[in-house]
């Protein structure tokens, strides 16, 4: 080698100067097979899209077009740090139906509700705490957890959700070792990506330990009001008004495309979140905010909420009905409720190195390693069923039982068993299609 | 021509090129090219990296005077096709129809101008033990390799294969999909207990597997580009990672340091960029590749693969030669679309 040669150069003169928490923030090899997931040939079970197809958009159209013609200047305009009042006062009503009791002032409205956990992490979470959520939980919350540093303990659950025993004893255990645990994460209905619901019975006790504990309740809910069997259960919020944080979206009910969620919050944790979302984004967006009171206001909202129900009901029944016919080698639960079912595959599979091979197939699923902190995840998968058609199910679960089988068939050649995701980072930036 | 890295001499300096548009201009240089049709997309597992290429060519193209569109590749291709009827196509696809020959096939049947090698040669390129059994005829060494399908496997037993290739070849090992790009699928194995794991990842991308003794030494990507007097190696360029050189390794800007050109001796330099050439020349290819490859210790480069459409990516290897050679991309891209224009006599 001569010594006249150039400089290396590693094509980003900033490399050096990021901060720690943007570690893991990279194209990866498991991204770049989604972006084959969103084209048509490809049934995707993968991605948590509402069916925005069964909306009235025709009726929306003209409401919209309606609030701009005599709300324009305001829709427009900046507006407040805390969320546009008329449709504060909406939102109580519509948590109301899971037995939440709030006043418009407990409302902070964001920029859907993934920027409601953006900001509840940045007030209470600092670099080294401890976050305890559910085995699994959601990739974008421990996406979230993630940026700002905080360290991520999953606690079990079983078909009646998170265990309240096992709570405990993870915070005491946790307590003892002298580590602070700021949040309890959890997703109460519906959970993604497991599907299951915390049962009535447990809801008091998880409290109860929390509050024990010294430890604030972040309920996550999405998906509460789109049950398949009966009354939503009461919210953990409508038990304990100063020791949960309740976050909501009209994005799963409504549309995703306005991004307008929100959080409930004690006076003082309001007051915080307001500032912290001021210096974020000053406001969310006041065009989307009254867009969703207008459409709460003019529109069958419980009415197309009722339809959504049944429209996913049916999809879940097709995915279940599928999964019987072609993987009964898998295992999975039956969610009463939301977008996903949590599939266990067959004895030394692998999810996330037969995605290749499913992508091939024409078909897409989120191993399961994207929902755990700590690499565990790779003997299952989440299939989602609330975007495609059921027919489209039953040819993705037909395309699905066909990968499965020839990666078995080479596990058993080669006698590999699943094993722990060597870089849990991989998918930790939340997109839309792991939502 | 040569052997040497020399660089690719334009016909007109490609610095000196007009950014806008113009049928001639008055240093006498040809008439801008007609439309050209970037495809990029598709349907193979590097969709992503495809896209990425494609927007990165297009803005260059525009940036030299020529009027482009990016099209994604689907049921339409053709209908598309016939009634854009473009002066040009540049297939940008990556991994299988893109590189396997089959678009460039359906280009020629319909008749379209495009840049890169042909159907037949991509081909050979894409099937990696085709390419390094016509490497080796020519005299251009690369790593000793078996090539097994999934099959054999079942009807041999899974270990007693594998002994028998650690047997063969030794360790570390590199297992590879037969076809593809990007690293996909590839995982070197240093002891024998990850073999069979490498090859449910490998076999996860596809039916048959390229296994071949590792090689170290530097690693060096080297481009070449048709001028009018025949191909030209463009500066060798120098990947030093501290893990593999893998799908993220290549993708995002930080974990490799790059050094373009290569730091090689001025013997070496033209040695590696006689082996490119000799490669593209070997192969048929046309208007432009890159080899990858390795000098090791003992001095003479050992070829890992060759590709009919390299990576054009903010972080992609060519692009960096180029720029190392003193051009700029918008004119040799445009440079290479003029080239294209006559092949379809060709």
Redesign the interface.
């Known amino acids: 080698?001569?010594p006249e040669?150039?400089?290396?150069?590693?094509?980003?003169p900033w490399?050096g100067a990021y901060a720690a928490r943007a570690h893991g923030m990279?194209?990866?090899?498991i991204?770049?097979?989604f972006?084959?997931a969103s084209?048509p040939?490809?049934v995707s079970l993968a991605g948590g899209m509402p069916f925005i197809e069964g909306l009235p958009l025709e009726v929306i159209g003209e409401a919209v077009q309606r609030l701009i013609r005599t709300k324009g200047t305001t829709a427009l305009q900046y507006g407040s740090g805390q969320g546009e009042e008329s449709l504060r006062e909406k939102i109580i009503d519509v948590v109301a139906l899971e037995g939440v009791e709030a006043h418009p002032d407990d409302v902070v409205v964001t920029t859907g509700s993934q920027q409601a956990l953006d900001l509840v992490t940045r007030i209470f979470v600092d670099p080294g705490d401890v976050v305890v959520a559910e085995a699994p939980s959601y990739v974008g919350a421990l996406g979230v957890f993630r940026s700002y540093q905080a360290d991520v303990v999953h606690v079990p659950m079983d078909a009646d959700g998170l265990l309240p025993a096992e709570l405990d004893a993870t915070l005491t255990r946790l307590a003892a070792e002298g580590r602070r645990v700021k949040l309890l994460y959890t997703i109460p209905n519906y959970q993604n990506p497991a599907g299951v619901t915390l049962s009535l019975e447990r809801r008091p006790q998880v409290l109860e330990i929390c509050r024990r504990h010294g430890v604030l309740v972040v309920e996550d809910d999405p998906y509460g009001l789109l049950g398949f069997e009966g009354d939503p259960l009461p919210a953990l919020r409508s038990f304990d008004d100063e020791g949960v944080l309740y976050l909501g979206s009209f994005s799963k009910t409504f549309a995703p495309g306005y991004r307008v969620g929100f959080v409930i919050a004690p006076h003082a944790v309001r007051e915080k979140l307001v500032l912290a979302s001021e210096s974020a984004i000053l406001s969310p967006s006041n065009a989307s905010q009254l867009a969703v009171d207008t459409y709460l206001e003019t529109c069958d909202w419980r009415g197309q909420i009722k339809a959504y129900r049944e429209m996913y009901r049916e999809r879940r029944d097709a995915l279940v009905g599928a999964l019987a016919e072609h993987l009964p080698s898998a295992s999975w639960n039956v969610p009463a409720g939301g977008f996903f079912i949590w599939v266990r595959l067959p004895e030394g599979l692998?999810a996330k190195?037969?995605?290749?091979?499913a992508?091939?197939g024409?078909v897409a699923y989120v191993p399961g390693t994207a929902f755990y902190y700590d690499g565990r995840g790779a003997d299952h998968m989440r299939l989602s069923f609330c975007y495609p058609t059921p027919e489209r199910i039953r040819e993705g679960v037909r395309r699905l039982a066909s990968v499965v089988n020839a990666?078995a068939?080479?596990?058993q050649?080669?006698?590999?068993s699943a094993?722990p995701d060597d870089d849990p980072t991989d998918v930790e930036i939340p997109s839309p299609d792991l939502a | 021509m040569t052997s040497t890295a020399r660089a690719v001499s334009s016909p007109v300096d490609a610095r000196s090129r007009p950014d806008t548009s113009g049928m001639s201009d008055p240093s006498g240089s040809p008439p801008t090219p007609g439309p050209v049709v970037v495809l990029a997309g598709g349907l193979s597992h590097e969709r992503d990296v495809s896209l990425r290429s494609g927007r990165r060519v297009a803005e260059a193209l525009r940036a030299a005077g020529v009027e482009v569109q990016v099209h994604d590749v689907d049921a339409d291709l053709l209908t598309f096709l016939r009634d854009s009827q473009p002066a040009v196509v540049w297939p940008l696809l990556h991994g299988a129809s893109g590189e396997d020959g089959s678009i460039r096939d359906v280009l020629e049947l319909l008749g379209l101008a495009y840049v890169g090698s042909g159907p037949r040669e991509s081909r050979a390129v894409w099937n990696k033990p085709v390419a390094k059994a016509a490497l080796l005829s020519a005299g251009i060494d690369t790593p000793p390799y078996v090539t097994l399908p999934q099959a054999l496997f079942r009807d041999l037993g899974a270990q007693t294969v594998l002994d028998a290739i650690i047997e063969r070849l030794g360790l570390p090992l590199v297992v590879k999909p037969v076809q593809g790009g990007s690293a996909l699928g590839v995982t070197r194995v240093e002891h024998a207990a990850d073999f069979p794991r490498a090859m449910v990842n490998c076999f996860a991308y596809g039916d048959t597997a390229l296994i071949e003794r590792a090689v170290d030494g530097v690693e060096l990507a080297v481009s070449v580009i048709d001028a009018a007097d025949g191909p030209r190696a463009l500066p060798a360029v120098e990947i030093v990672t501290d893990g593999a050189y893998d799908y993220d390794a290549r993708y995002n800007p930080g974990p490799v340091e790059y050094f373009a050109p290569a730091r090689l001796s001025p013997e070496q330099a033209a040695q590696v960029a006689d082996v490119a050439v000799r490669a593209h020349r070997t192969l048929g290819l046309r208007h432009l590749s890159r080899t990858d490859m390795i000098l090791p210790p003992s001095g003479v480069p050992s070829v890992l693969e060759i590709n009919v459409a390299p990576g054009m990516t903010e972080t992609s290897l060519l692009p960096q030669a180029v720029v190392a050679a003193g051009l700029e991309l918008p004119a040799v891209y445009r440079e290479l679309v003029e080239r294209a224009v006559p092949s379809r006599s060709a």
Do not use: K, N, Y
Not at chain 1, 413 to 416: E, I, K, N, Y
């Open positions: 080698m001569t040669h150039s400089p290396g150069t590693r094509l980003d490399f990279r194209a990866s090899e991204r770049a097979l972006a084959v084209r040939e490809v692998d190195s037969m995605l290749p091979r992508v091939t024409r990666e068939e080479l596990v050649l080669f006698g590999t094993r």
